[in-house]
C-alpha cells in the first residue's frame, strides 16, 4: 500500500517514532507476559475508557459521551488527533446512513505499553483490536467484523487530569491519514435483501479446483494482524518480512494469501505490480472495475450481485488519484452478499470492502482462475 502523498509528514513521524521507541517486532501485540511489567497501571483504565468513548460514537443510535475533553486544549498535536476521530466517526456514520445499515456493536480492546515517561508526560504503544457490528433492515442478524490499529499516544498531565497530548495511527476506518477529509460514495438505495440465486450462491461451498479458496481465506484470517477476529496471537506471519514500515505490507499478504490457495507466483511488494502480474499472466482476470456507484448499479442487475464477478480468495484492489494505492482478499459476503474483505496495512478482518474509501475511489475486482 502506498502511503497518500498528503500525510507524508505524518507518516514519517509515526515510523520514526515506532523505529526509535519500539521493541523489534513493532508489529506484534507485546507478548502475554511483557504486558503487565511494562505498562503503566494506573493508567490502563483510562485509556480504557477513552478507547470506549471513541467506539460509542461508533453507534448510529444512543447517546455517546463526548470525546472533546479527553484532548489537551492547548497542545496543537491533541487538536489534529481530535479532528481525526472527528472526521472518522462522521465518516463511519454517514456510511452506514448511505448503506442502509445500522451500526449496533462497537466493542475495543486494547494492549498498551510504556514507551516513555516523565512527572508530566506518558508515551504509550497502544494496540486496538476493535468488533464492529451492523444490522440490515427487518433483519436480526448481526453481520460482525473486525479491525485493529496501532498507535503512539502520548498522555500529558493538566492538573489533576490525565489528556491526549499527542497520537499517530494508520487507521482502517478513515484512511491512513493523521486528519481524514473523506466522505463514503453516494449510492442510490440501501442495500436489497438477497434473492434466492444469491442465497444459494452464498451458501454454496466455493471452487476449490486448481486454486484452493477455502485455504486462501484461512490464511487471509489466521495472519491478518492485530484486527479483532484474527488468528495466530494477531501477529502477523513470520516466515515473511513486513513491509508495514516501508510504504504498506498490504500487496505482500495478498501474495502470501494466494500462495496459500496453492499458486506458485512470486512475491510482491508493490500493488502495480501485483495488479500487472496478475492480468498478464494469465493467473487471473478482471472482472470488473470502476466507482462505487457504477459497481453498485452492475451489481444491482445481476442476479448473483457481486458474486457474478468475484468470490473468496479474490483480490480488490484501490485505485486513487490514478494511482494503485492497495490491495485486499474477499473473505466472505455478508448476509445480503456484500463483499467483506481482510488486509495488512491497515488491518482488517471481514470488512466491508468500501469501508475507508471516498467516493472517487476506483475499484479494481480480480478473479484469481483455479
Known amino acids: 500500500m502506498r502511503l497518500r502523498q498528503r500525510t507524508w509528514l505524518g507518516a514519517i513521524l509515526l ?4 523505529l526509535f521507541s519500539l521493541p523489534p517486532r513493532a508489529a506484534a501485540e507485546p507478548a502475554p507476559e511483557e504486558k503487565a511489567a511494562d505498562t ?8 480504557q475508557e477513552i478507547f470506549e468513548r471513541r467506539a460509542r460514537w461508533l453507534l448510529t443510535d444512543g447517546d455517546p459521551p463526548p470525546i472533546e475533553s479527553d484532548y489537551h ?9 481530535l479532528h481525526h476521530e472527528q472526521s472518522k466517526i462522521q465518516y463511519v456514520r454517514q456510511w452506514a446512513e448511505n448503506r442502509g445499515v445500522r451500526i449496533v456493536k462497537a466493542e475495543p480492546t486494547i494492549y498498551a505499553k510504556k514507551l516513555k515517561e516523565t512527572d508530566d508526560v506518558v508515551r504509550f504503544y497502544v494496540v486496538e483490536h476493535l468488533a464492529l457490528g451492523y444490522v440490515y433492515p427487518h433483519e436480526e442478524q448481526v453481520n460482525t467484523f473486525g479491525v485493529g490499529s496501532r498507535h503512539i499516544l502520548e498522555l500529558r498531565r493538566r492538573g489533576d487530569q490525565w489528556l491526549i497530548g499527542m497520537e499517530w495511527y494508520s487507521d482502517p476506518l478513515g484512511g491512513d491519514n493523521e486528519a481524514p477529509a473523506i466522505v463514503p460514495a453516494l449510492i442510490p438505495s440501501p442495500v436489497p435483501p438477497a434473492g434466492p440465486a444469491q442465497r444459494a450462491a452464498l451458501t454454496a461451498p466455493a471452487n476449490t479446483r486448481g486454486y484452493n479458496r477455502e485455504e486462501a481465506v484461512r490464511y487471509a484470517d489466521e495472519y491478518c494482524g492485530v484486527a479483532w477476529g484474527c488468528g495466530n496471537d494477531h501477529r502477523y506471519n513470520p516466515k515473511y518480512r513486513d513491509y508495514s514500515g516501508e510504504g504498506g505490507d498490504c500487496t505482500n499478504f495478498a501474495s502470501q494469501v494466494l500462495r496459500s490457495g496453492g499458486l506458485k507466483i512470486p512475491i510482491h511488494t508493490r500493488v502495480e505490480n501485483l495488479a500487472g502480474y496478475l492480468q498478464h499472466s494469465g493467473r487471473a482476470s478482471l472482472a470488473a472495475r470502476g466507482k462505487f456507484p457504477v459497481l453498485w448499479k452492475e451489481a444491482q442487475a445481476r442476479s448473483q ?3 457474478s464477478w468475484i468470490n473468496k480468495g479474490d483480490l480488490v484492489a484501490y485505485q486513487q488519484k490514478g494511482k494503485m494505492e492497495h490491495f485486499a482478499v474477499v473473505t466472505g459476503f455478508d448476509s445480503r452478499g456484500y463483499p467483506l474483505v481482510n488486509s495488512h496495512t491497515a488491518d482488517r478482518y471481514h470488512v466491508p470492502f468500501d469501508l475507508g474509501w471516498d467516493r472517487d475511489t476506483v475499484y479494481w475486482l480480480f478473479h484469481i482462475h483455479g
Open 305 to 307: 450481485g457481486f458474486l
Open 40 to 47: 503503566e497501571l494506573d493508567l490502563l483504565p483510562h485509556l
Open 15 to 18: 515510523t520514526l517514532l515506532l
Open 73 to 81: 486544549p492547548e497542545a496543537k498535536t491533541a487538536r489534529w488527533a
